[in-house]
């Protein structure tokens, strides 16, 4: 015996010993009473929902002892995993595509599958811009800015366009970054989307300028341009303008994420003429109008049709609403087996109804009543699946209760309606929006107002904006979101000295004094050496 | 040293390797024959020991002066004469001004020699300063954000399969991304310490062609970025084999990675080894074998060590190559064989894309339980491993005593009829101990 | 012979590897052709792309961090070996060693939300005094200088320093390794002949490691060339060739890979192993060159 097999051993040994008590310690878990009638199911796929679903993963973990495995790596990769039979379903907000811009293969699943909508939600503008040192909260773009700002046509936040949307705004001039994702996303391709769907002139033009094809649809991977920043994931782009240097940058992510790190979005304009904060509830009444595609010979059979979305004409409406996709096989093949699909089942059914309720504190939106309904019909196709439970009367999901029919639901009928100063015109209201609900002065030559409709625009409190630090943040359901914000830069920046780049004779009278001081310090010692030398040179 | 020191010499050994005696001369640290004795001084009256290795108070002055002067300097500078900011700046021309001054005040006194050597001393600590500084600082960051899931106890006992986004940081917890690191480097370790030290010293004992080739390829791979390790486990075991995520195909890519690492490192190792403690034990006559396992290896010791422990540094803290392989997994797996296995890494990567305060939070604090998990696996790797050749711990050195003081009641037993022994029985080197004072008689007895 | 089966099963491995990265990138090498390595754009969605700028700028960020992590990494070996003694020796080891162990995501989150808003000030005065190397010049495409903070975020400089930082763990410890094997009986002689202790250090200690330096060198720049998560986490990604250091946005290879693998289809990602095979090959030279001038050194010499 050596000492290097001895060295092997013990540090195997080691390991075992620690694995034994760590496994020990795991053991010590409550296991739920039906953790042996369901078998795990594992998915990949949309970093987007993923939030979503490790709450919905720990909550049928808890209740019903299910165990379903989620790795968000990426909307693609997640339909590559379902392509090759890696996993049991792939959560993805781009259905397969029979015709890849890039000329590669089709992708077409060799078994049977379905898209089922799982969860919603807004793409959101946050942003991080002063007006006089003072953080701006209220910031509200039309459709068509928002565009020209993330296709590099307007670069100024004093561009007209943008002060004709805020007319209780003095925009300042300050050069707009554009914060995009840098990593492939769900985000980006959902944006792109709605670019692409709702402005084809301002996109094509800049799908040419970026040197891809003219009238390029929606894309996962934003291209760089001009000013923008790439940054990755959500953590990055949020992060990214939370800081200090990223004043006059504005992103698309969350509304979660805006949420929580004590920063604003932007309001954008609906087709009734409302600049409308995207909020659970206004991402949710927009999708009322969601269509699904029905043509079963289609290429695009169900998947989604958010035109309606786009233009719904209730003024509630947020405009850049959709939703993400789970593809859940439809036959037994490969890895995927009919008591998988029991557990599928189950858990897709609890998603669509009981899971919604906690849509809004993540930051997502619940599903409304007629993708509810698209989505049990799918539920329905799973092999194994036990339908007995799916029933829309006896779904909780808060957007309807039992008796409501897709037209007339709890819904519609209840959510809240924009504050009248948010219509299109001279009033604008000076409230704050998602992390930073301070109010914001009324700076421009337009008239304030507010949504709760309590505060006159005289006595609009101009307070310092929130400090995200110790401020506790709530949430649409009352529910404490954040104390301390752990992505947050300090709401309340520290102005920054410019370096003045010319060398003019201030700079150079700072050199001459930088230098005289040096020298002061530096030339006695030097002198007195040289000096004392030539008396004892052998000292 | 202490293989032999530990056996009776001719226990299944025919012929005892005396190769390791040569190492022990090498090493001025160990108690040995080769130790230098001081004559005895007579009636000469001996003054008080001068103290080498202290600085003079001349010295002191000028690194605590130069100090002051450059922190003064640059505070000057930032606060009221030129518009420059920032803290990182500030920190820099302090530095830079203290170097300035410091080999002022020391040119005033010293010569030329004597200033280069104050500042290179001055730039290596600084060197040490700055790394360190900056080590604590990642660490104490680490823990200063992830203080929060630290703090509570479940966080190490727990699994996340009941804890959501939505959950306070009460509930759940990390033990099964400890568990699933601990396998899957282990599995790597057991790949790769047997054939990344077989190969290395197949490049420095063997060698020829083949060698030089096989150490060319190893040396690229080095480089080889590690997503692409995951990316080459992903499409040659998960998609051709497995067709599932797991803990084996995540140690496989933490093996394709590491592998390089440690061959390389043990490559640079293997090769200081003195060359003639190799050819004294070829000249005895031991095999190649032999003289691997029992000069170089035992020789190269501490720096084999290093080699492993920075290969396991490299595939332990790493994301990429299990991002792509491992899969992700809220639920305690032990089989990696079957299903997702989640790593401490990819954990943190998970946690931290996350916009919920609390998720963000339990990755930092993942990001410290990995760190100290790795200091915990470097000490008992050091301490069991990182001792040099020769160097005995006092069990070891009780141990060695009291076999080479069974050999020489032996060895006398058998010499007393005959009294020069027909084989050479050369000694194994024994530390001299109090209770043991019979090596010089022994070396004598043969020749 | 188990040691040549150990050698060829490493080959077969590191072989494994190259062979199927060639096998996969063949798919997009042949429709680019030569071309890959000239075109700056990357978008395999309309059969464009080239890997000119992000080799540009994986290898800035290389330097970058070699120009960080070498000095550093070579002070703190020799300090080890050659300074520090007994106890805080030891412990300096394991706080090298611990460090290599960081993860790359902490690094990464560190340089992020901590360093880069401390460093853009350093970077603003580099520009503003050394703009007139191009290297350190910030400007717009019309050519003025640009001094908003936003300018300098996300840049090659700071993933540099970030990827220094990184890799000097892995320096370090293999050229301690190498110089603590320096002859202590030429080191001894050094001194007793009058050498200060840089000196020693400068005649005997560095020539008697130099394999080490270069070693060491080599490894950390491997690992430079290949940094993940962290050069991920920081840059900016652009797909031209930047040649101002200090300003917004690079590339790099691996970090396109794990950026572009998760919404890649089948032919992009047959792009993204094609530009890691050009990376592996580029190592793979680097080292070669590294390796004979290793063999060619003093490195490990018989002394005494």
């Given at each position: 015996?050596?000492?290097?097999?001895?060295?092997?051993?013990?540090?195997?040994?080691?390991?075992a010993?620690?694995?034994?008590?760590?496994?020990?310690?795991?053991?010590?878990?409550?296991?739920s009473?039906?953790?042996?009638?369901?078998?795990?199911?594992?998915?990949?796929?949309?970093?987007?929902?993923?939030?979503?679903?490790?709450?919905?993963?720990?909550?049928?973990?808890?209740?019903?002892?299910?165990?379903?495995?989620?790795?968000?790596?990426?909307?693609?990769?997640?339909?590559?995993?379902?392509?090759?039979?890696?996993?049991?379903?792939?959560?993805?907000?781009?259905?397969?595509?029979?015709?890849?811009?890039?000329?590669?293969?089709?992708?077409?699943?060799?078994?049977?599958?379905?898209?089922?909508?799982?969860?919603?939600?807004?793409?959101?503008?946050m942003?991080?811009?002063?007006?006089?040192?003072?953080?701006v909260?209220?910031?509200?773009?039309?459709?068509?800015?928002?565009?020209?700002?993330?296709?590099?046509?307007?670069?100024?936040?004093?561009?007209?366009?943008?002060?004709?949307?805020?007319?209780?705004?003095?925009?300042?001039?300050r050069?707009?970054?554009?914060?995009?994702?840098?990593?492939?996303s769900?985000?980006?391709?959902?944006?792109?989307?709605?670019?692409?769907?709702?402005?084809?002139?301002?996109?094509?033009?800049?799908?040419?300028?970026?040197?891809?094809?003219?009238?390029?649809?929606?894309?996962?991977?934003?291209?760089?341009?001009?000013?923008?920043?790439?940054?990755?994931?959500?953590?990055?782009?949020?992060g990214?303008?939370?800081?200090?240097?990223?004043?006059?940058?504005?992103?698309?992510?969350?509304?979660?994420?805006?949420?929580k790190?004590?920063?604003?979005?932007?309001?954008?304009?609906?087709?009734?003429?409302?600049?409308?904060?995207?909020t659970?509830?206004?991402?949710?009444?927009?999708?009322?109008?969601?269509?699904?595609?029905t043509?079963?010979?289609?290429?695009?059979?169900?998947?989604?049709i958010?035109?309606?979305?786009?233009n719904?004409?209730?003024?509630?409406?947020?405009?850049?609403?959709?939703?993400?996709?789970?593809?859940?096989?439809?036959?037994?093949?490969?890895?995927?087996?009919?008591?998988?699909?029991?557990?599928?089942?189950?858990?897709?059914?609890?998603?669509?109804?009981?899971?919604?309720?906690q849509?809004?504190?993540?930051?997502?939106?619940?599903?409304?009543?007629n993708?509810?309904?698209?989505?049990?019909?799918?539920?329905?196709k799973?092999?194994?699946?036990?339908?007995?439970?799916?029933?829309?009367?006896?779904?909780?999901?808060?957007?309807?209760?039992?008796?409501?029919?897709?037209?007339?639901?709890?819904?519609?009928?209840?959510?809240?309606?924009?504050?009248?100063?948010?219509?299109?015109?001279?009033?604008?209201?000076?409230?704050?929006?998602?992390?930073?609900?301070?109010?914001?002065?009324?700076?421009?030559?337009g008239?304030?107002?507010?949504?709760?409709?309590?505060?006159?625009?005289?006595?609009?409190?101009?307070?310092?904006?929130?400090?995200?630090?110790?401020?506790?943040?709530?949430?649409?359901?009352?529910?404490?979101?954040?104390?301390?914000?752990?992505?947050?830069g300090?709401?309340?920046?520290?102005?920054?000295?410019?370096?003045?780049?010319?060398?003019?004779?201030?700079?150079?009278?700072?050199?001459?004094?930088?230098?005289?001081?040096?020298?002061?310090?530096?030339?006695?010692?030097?002198?007195?050496?040289?000096?004392?030398?030539?008396?004892?040179?052998?000292? | 040293?202490?293989?032999?020191?530990?056996?009776?010499?001719?226990?299944?050994?025919?012929?005892?390797?005396?190769?390791?005696?040569?190492?022990?001369?090498?090493?001025?640290?160990?108690?040995?024959?080769?130790?230098?004795?001081?004559?005895?001084?007579?009636?000469?009256?001996?003054?008080?020991?001068?103290?080498?290795?202290?600085?003079?108070?001349?010295?002191?002055?000028?690194?605590?002066?130069?100090?002051?002067?450059?922190?003064?300097?640059?505070?000057?500078?930032?606060?009221?004469?030129?518009?420059?900011?920032?803290?990182?700046?500030?920190?820099?021309?302090?530095?830079?001004s203290?170097?300035?001054?410091?080999?002022?005040l020391?040119?005033?006194?010293?010569?030329?020699?004597?200033?280069?050597?104050?500042?290179?001393?001055?730039?290596?600590?600084?060197?040490?300063?700055?790394?360190?500084?900056?080590?604590?600082?990642?660490?104490?960051?680490?823990?200063?954000?992830?203080?929060?899931a630290?703090?509570?106890?479940?966080?190490?006992?727990q699994?996340?399969?009941?804890?959501?986004?939505?959950?306070?940081?009460?509930?759940?917890?990390?033990?099964?991304?400890?568990?699933?690191?601990?396998?899957?480097?282990?599995?790597?370790?057991?790949?790769?310490?047997?054939?990344?030290?077989?190969?290395?010293?197949?490049?420095?004992?063997?060698?020829?062609?083949?060698?030089?080739?096989?150490?060319?390829?190893?040396?690229?791979?080095?480089?080889?970025?590690?997503?692409?390790?995951?990316?080459?486990?992903?499409?040659?075991?998960?998609?051709?084999?497995?067709?599932?995520?797991?803990?084996?195909?995540?140690?496989?890519?933490?093996?394709?990675?590491?592998?390089?690492?440690?061959?390389r490192?043990?490559?640079?190792?293997?090769?200081?080894?003195?060359?003639?403690?190799?050819?004294?034990?070829?000249?005895?006559?031991?095999s190649?074998?032999r003289?691997?396992?029992?000069?170089?290896?035992?020789?190269?010791?501490?720096?084999?060590?290093?080699?492993?422990?920075?290969?396991?540094?490299?595939?332990?803290?790493?994301?990429?190559?299990?991002?792509l392989?491992?899969?992700?997994?809220?639920?305690?797996?032990?089989?990696?064989?079957?299903?997702?296995?989640?790593?401490l890494?990819?954990?943190?990567?998970?946690?931290?894309?996350?916009?919920?305060?609390?998720?963000?939070?339990?990755?930092?604090?993942?990001?410290?339980?990995?760190?100290?998990?790795?200091?915990?696996?470097?000490?008992?790797?050091?301490?069991?491993?990182?001792?040099?050749?020769?160097?005995l711990?006092?069990?070891q050195?009780?141990?060695?005593?009291?076999?080479s003081?069974?050999?020489?009641?032996?060895?006398?037993?058998?010499?007393?009829?005959?009294?020069?022994?027909?084989?050479?029985?050369?000694?194994?080197?024994?530390?001299?101990?109090p209770?043991?004072?019979?090596?010089?008689?022994?070396?004598?007895?043969?020749p | 012979?188990?040691t040549?089966?150990?050698?060829?099963?490493?080959?077969?491995?590191?072989?494994?590897?190259?062979?199927?990265?060639?096998?996969?990138?063949?798919d997009?090498?042949?429709v680019?052709g030569?071309?890959?390595?000239?075109?700056?754009?990357?978008?395999?969605?309309?059969?464009?792309?080239?890997?000119?700028?992000?080799?540009?700028?994986?290898?800035?960020?290389?330097?970058?961090?070699m120009?960080?992590?070498?000095?550093?990494?070579?002070?703190?070996?020799?300090?080890?070996?050659?300074?520090?003694?007994?106890?805080?020796?030891?412990?300096l080891?394991?706080?090298?060693?611990?460090?290599?162990?960081?993860?790359?995501?902490?690094?990464?989150?560190?340089?992020?939300?901590?360093?880069q808003?401390?460093?853009?000030?350093?970077?603003?005065?580099?520009?503003?005094?050394?703009?007139?190397?191009?290297?350190?010049?910030?400007?717009?495409?019309?050519?003025?200088?640009?001094?908003?903070?936003?300018?300098?975020?996300?840049?090659?400089?700071?993933?540099?320093?970030?990827?220094?930082?990184?890799?000097?763990?892995?320096?370090?410890?293999v050229?301690?390794?190498?110089?603590?094997?320096?002859?202590?009986?030429?080191?001894?002689?050094?001194?007793?002949?009058?050498?200060?202790?840089?000196?020693?250090?400068r005649?005997?200690?560095?020539p008697?490691?130099?394999?080490?330096?270069?070693?060491?060198?080599?490894?950390?720049?491997?690992?430079?060339l290949?940094?993940?998560?962290?050069?991920?986490?920081?840059?900016?990604?652009?797909?031209t060739?930047?040649?101002?250091?200090?300003?917004?946005?690079?590339?790099?290879?691996?970090?396109?890979?794990?950026?572009?693998?998760?919404?890649?289809?089948?032919?992009?990602?047959?792009?993204?192993?094609?530009?890691?095979?050009?990376?592996?090959?580029?190592?793979?030279?680097?080292?070669?060159?590294?390796?004979?001038?290793?063999?060619?050194?003093?490195?490990?010499?018989?002394?005494?």
């Amino acid at each position: 015996m050596t000492p290097r097999i001895r060295l092997i051993r013990f540090i195997m040994a080691s390991f075992a010993f620690l694995l034994l008590i760590l496994a020990g310690s795991g053991g010590l878990q409550p296991q739920s009473a039906h953790a042996d009638s369901w078998i795990p199911v594992s998915g990949t796929g949309s970093t987007w929902s993923q939030n979503a679903l490790d709450q919905w993963r720990k909550n049928v973990a808890a209740n019903y002892g299910m165990t379903i495995n989620y790795s968000g790596v990426g909307s693609s990769a997640g339909r590559r995993d379902f392509l090759q039979g890696t996993v049991d379903f792939a959560v993805s907000e781009i259905p397969f595509q029979s015709k890849p811009e890039d000329g590669s293969a089709a992708e077409v699943p060799a078994t049977g599958f379905a898209y089922m909508p799982i969860v919603a939600g807004g793409t959101s503008f946050m942003y991080n811009l002063k007006i006089g040192g003072k953080k701006v909260t209220n910031l509200r773009l039309g459709g068509e800015t928002v565009t020209k700002i993330f296709t590099g046509v307007i670069t100024n936040w004093n561009d007209p366009q943008i002060a004709a949307d805020n007319p209780g705004l003095a925009m300042p001039d300050r050069a707009i970054v554009p914060v995009v994702r840098s990593d492939g996303s769900g985000s980006t391709a959902q944006f792109t989307l709605w670019m692409s769907k709702q402005y084809p002139a301002l996109w094509s033009s800049f799908c040419i300028a970026v040197k891809r094809a003219a009238g390029c649809g929606l894309t996962s991977q934003y291209p760089t341009f001009g000013g923008a920043k790439a940054q990755n994931g959500s953590l990055g782009v949020a992060g990214y303008v939370g800081q200090d240097y990223g004043e006059g940058a504005i992103t698309y992510v969350e509304y979660s994420y805006a949420l929580k790190s004590g920063f604003p979005v932007a309001k954008v304009l609906n087709a009734a003429g409302y600049y409308v904060e995207p909020t659970a509830s206004s991402v949710a009444v927009a999708l009322l109008k969601a269509q699904i595609n029905t043509t079963a010979g289609s290429p695009d059979y169900l998947t989604q049709i958010l035109d309606g979305v786009y233009n719904n004409a209730d003024n509630r409406t947020y405009p850049l609403s959709s939703y993400s996709y789970m593809i859940v096989p439809t036959e037994v093949a490969g890895i995927f087996t009919a008591a998988k699909g029991a557990t599928l089942g189950a858990f897709t059914n609890y998603m669509l109804c009981e899971g919604q309720q906690q849509a809004a504190a993540l930051g997502y939106s619940p599903l409304p009543m007629n993708l509810v309904l698209a989505g049990f019909d799918q539920i329905k196709k799973i092999p194994g699946a036990d339908v007995s439970g799916v029933d829309i009367n006896s779904c909780n999901n808060p957007t309807f209760k039992a008796g409501d029919s897709p037209a007339n639901n709890q819904l519609a009928v209840s959510a809240p309606a924009p504050a009248d100063c948010d219509k299109q015109g001279p009033n604008q209201c000076t409230t704050g929006t998602a992390g930073a609900p301070a109010d914001t002065a009324v700076t421009g030559t337009g008239t304030g107002g507010s949504a709760s409709g309590a505060v006159t625009p005289a006595a609009v409190v101009t307070g310092s904006a929130v400090a995200t630090g110790d401020a506790a943040v709530y949430d649409a359901n009352g529910a404490l979101v954040s104390g301390t914000s752990a992505l947050s830069g300090s709401a309340v920046s520290t102005p920054f000295t410019v370096a003045d780049s010319g060398i003019g004779p201030q700079q150079l009278l700072m050199l001459f004094a930088a230098l005289l001081l040096i020298a002061a310090i530096v030339l006695p010692p030097f002198v007195s050496k040289r000096l004392r030398r030539p008396v004892d040179p052998h000292s | 040293m202490s293989i032999l020191t530990q056996r009776p010499p001719g226990a299944g050994d025919p012929l005892p390797n005396p190769a390791i005696d040569l190492a022990d001369f090498d090493d001025p640290d160990t108690p040995g024959d080769g130790r230098t004795t001081i004559p005895d001084p007579g009636t000469v009256a001996t003054g008080p020991r001068r103290r080498l290795r202290q600085a003079t108070l001349d010295e002191r002055f000028n690194l605590v002066g130069a100090l002051i002067a450059g922190v003064a300097l640059a505070t000057a500078l930032f606060g009221w004469i030129t518009p420059m900011t920032g803290s990182v700046g500030w920190v820099v021309v302090a530095f830079l001004s203290f170097l300035g001054f410091y080999v002022l005040l020391t040119a005033l006194r010293a010569e030329r020699q004597e200033v280069a050597d104050k500042v290179m001393t001055a730039l290596m600590v600084s060197a040490g300063i700055l790394l360190f500084g900056a080590l604590i600082f990642v660490v104490a960051y680490t823990l200063v954000r992830g203080r929060e899931a630290l703090v509570n106890l479940n966080f190490f006992t727990q699994t996340m399969e009941l804890a959501g986004p939505l959950d306070p940081l009460e509930l759940g917890g990390i033990v099964h991304a400890i568990v699933g690191t601990l396998i899957q480097i282990s599995i790597a370790l057991a790949i790769t310490i047997p054939l990344g030290i077989t190969t290395a010293v197949f490049l420095n004992e063997v060698g020829g062609r083949f060698a030089r080739f096989v150490r060319t390829i190893a040396d690229a791979m080095t480089a080889l970025p590690s997503i692409v390790a995951g990316l080459f486990v992903y499409a040659a075991i998960i998609q051709l084999i497995t067709h599932q995520r797991s803990g084996f195909a995540a140690a496989m890519a933490i093996t394709v990675m590491m592998l390089p690492i440690v061959i390389r490192a043990s490559d640079v190792v293997l090769r200081l080894v003195a060359g003639n403690l190799r050819e004294a034990a070829y000249a005895l006559g031991s095999s190649r074998w032999r003289t691997v396992w029992h000069v170089v290896l035992p020789t190269a010791r501490s720096g084999l060590v290093t080699a492993v422990i920075l290969g396991t540094a490299r595939g332990i803290g790493e994301t990429s190559p299990v991002l792509l392989t491992s899969g992700v997994t809220a639920v305690m797996n032990v089989n990696p064989f079957s299903g997702p296995m989640i790593s401490l890494p990819l954990q943190v990567f998970d946690f931290v894309k996350s916009p919920e305060p609390n998720m963000v939070a339990r990755g930092f604090g993942t990001a410290a339980v990995l760190l100290l998990l790795v200091l915990t696996l470097f000490a008992v790797a050091r301490v069991i491993g990182g001792r040099g050749p020769g160097q005995l711990s006092t069990r070891q050195r009780r141990a060695a005593t009291s076999a080479s003081f069974d050999d020489l009641k032996r060895m006398s037993r058998r010499s007393a009829p005959a009294p020069l022994p027909p084989v050479t029985v050369p000694d194994a080197p024994v530390p001299i101990t109090p209770p043991f004072t019979a090596p010089p008689q022994s070396r004598e007895t043969s020749p | 012979m188990v040691t040549f089966t150990a050698g060829t099963t490493t080959v077969g491995i590191m072989l494994a590897v190259g062979l199927f990265l060639s096998i996969r990138a063949s798919d997009a090498l042949s429709v680019s052709g030569f071309a890959f390595l000239t075109e700056q754009q990357w978008s395999p969605e309309t059969q464009t792309f080239g890997i000119a700028a992000i080799l540009a700028g994986t290898v800035s960020i290389a330097l970058i961090a070699m120009c960080v992590g070498v000095p550093l990494s070579l002070g703190t070996a020799l300090l080890i070996s050659d300074v520090a003694g007994g106890r805080l020796r030891g412990l300096l080891v394991t706080l090298v060693d611990l460090m290599a162990a960081v993860p790359s995501v902490v690094f990464g989150l560190w340089g992020l939300f901590f360093l880069q808003g401390n460093v853009i000030p350093v970077a603003q005065w580099i520009s503003t005094y050394f703009g007139w190397i191009p290297l350190f010049r910030v400007a717009d495409d019309a050519g003025t200088a640009l001094t908003d903070a936003s300018a300098f975020t996300s840049s090659a400089f700071i993933a540099g320093i970030v990827v220094g930082l990184m890799v000097v763990p892995t320096q370090t410890s293999v050229m301690r390794e190498a110089f603590s094997q320096a002859p202590v009986g030429e080191r001894e002689a050094a001194l007793a002949l009058g050498s200060s202790r840089w000196g020693m250090i400068r005649t005997v200690v560095i020539p008697f490691g130099r394999g080490g330096i270069i070693g060491g060198t080599m490894l950390g720049l491997g690992r430079a060339l290949g940094e993940t998560i962290a050069v991920y986490m920081i840059i900016s990604p652009i797909f031209t060739i930047n040649g101002e250091l200090l300003k917004t946005g690079t590339n790099s290879v691996s970090a396109l890979i794990a950026l572009r693998y998760g919404e890649a289809s089948e032919f992009g990602l047959s792009a993204l192993m094609a530009a890691g095979l050009v990376l592996f090959i580029i190592t793979l030279v680097v080292n070669f060159t590294a390796s004979s001038i290793v063999a060619r050194s003093r490195s490990g010499a018989e002394t005494d």
